[in-house]
C-alpha cells in the first residue's frame, strides 16, 4: 500500500481503538519507526502528515535527520534505542527527546549536557518490565530510585517507555508501565509497536511507535 492512505488509516483506526477504550487519557500520538528506511521514504511519510519519528540509532540518526530537520523545522524525532554516554551530546544535538535512559551513569551525563541550547528538550525513562537480561530499560524494582536521580539532578521526566518480551502477552507489561508512571505522577506512556499498538492503547499508551506495519520489513 502507498504510504499516505496507510497512515491516513492507521490514524483512522487509532483514534477508533482510543474511544473505545474507556481511557481519558491525552490523545495518542502515532510516531512512525525509520530505522533502516531510506530518507525517500521519511519525506514521504512527512508528506502525508506525520510530524513524529523514531530512529533507535545515533549513527544512523545522524546520518539521515540533520538534512530533513533543516528541510522541516518543526518535525520532531526521538530516539528509542539504547545510547552510550560517549554519545549522549551527539544524541542531544540530533534528537527533541531521548526515551531510552535506564541507568544512572547515563542520567548523570544527560543532566551534565542538558541546556537550553540542545535541540533534546524531552526525557523519559526505559523500564525493562520483563527483566530480560539482553535488554535494555532499568529493572521494574530500581526505576523509583532512577526517577529520584533524575529528580535531584533536575533532568524532567516526561514519561515512560517498554518493550515487552516478543514471548509474552503484553497487557501485564503496559499495565505495570502505566502503574509506575501513575505511581510517580508521569503523563506520557510510549508503549505499543507494528504487533501490540490496540492493547497499548487499552492499556493508556499516549503514544504507539509503529515500524513495519507503515514501511514495510527492513
Ligand atoms: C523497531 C522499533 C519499533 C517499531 O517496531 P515495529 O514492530 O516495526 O512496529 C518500536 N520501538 C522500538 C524501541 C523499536 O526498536
Known amino acids: 500500500m502507498p504510504l499516505k492512505p496507510a ?3 492507521l490514524i483512522s483506526d487509532i483514534s477508533i481503538v482510543k474511544q473505545r477504550s474507556n481511557i481519558s487519557t491525552a490523545p495518542v500520538v502515532l ?8 530518507i525517500e521514504k521519511i519525506e514521504e511519510a512527512i508528506s502525508a502528515g506525520l510530524i513524529l519519528f523514531g530512529e533507535n540509532r545515533v549513527q544512523e540518526a545522524a546520518e539521515k535527520w540533520p538534512s530533513l ?20 551530546k551527539e544524541a542531544m544535538e540530533l534528537f527533541d527527546a531521548i526515551e531510552t535512559i535506564d541507568r544512572p551513569k547515563l542520567v548523570e551525563a544527560i543532566a551534565k549536557h542538558q541546556s537550553p541550547d540542545m535541540r533534546c528538550q524531552k526525557f523519559f525513562v526505559q523500564v525493562n ?11 521494574p524494582e530500581q526505576v523509583d530510585e532512577l526517577i529520584a536521580l533524575c529528580r535531584t539532578l533536575q533532568l524532567p521526566i516526561a514519561g515512560l517507555m517498554c518493550v515487552p518480551p516478543v514471548d509474552q502477552p ?12 501513575k505511581r510517580h505522577g508521569l503523563t506520557e506512556l ?29
Open 69 to 88: 530537520h533543516a528541510k522541516y523545522p518543526k518535525i520532531k524525532l526521538h530516539l528509542i534505542g539504547p545510547l552510550q554516554t560517549n554519545k549522549v
Open 170 to 181: 503484553p497487557a501485564p507489561h503496559f499495565a505495570l508501565l502505566h502503574e509506575i508512571a
Open 31 to 38: 510516531m512512525g519507526v525509520t530505522k533502516g528506511q531510506p
Open 129 to 139: 518490565t520483563g527483566k530480560e537480561s539482553q535488554k535494555a530499560g532499568v529493572f
Open 190 to 218: 510510549s508503549m505499543g509497536m507494528s504487533g501490540d499498538w490496540q492493547t497499548a492503547i487499552r492499556m493508556g499508551s499516549t503514544c504507539v511507535r509503529i515500524g513495519t506495519a507503515l514501511f514495510g520489513s527492513r
Open 7 to 9: 497512515i491516513d488509516a
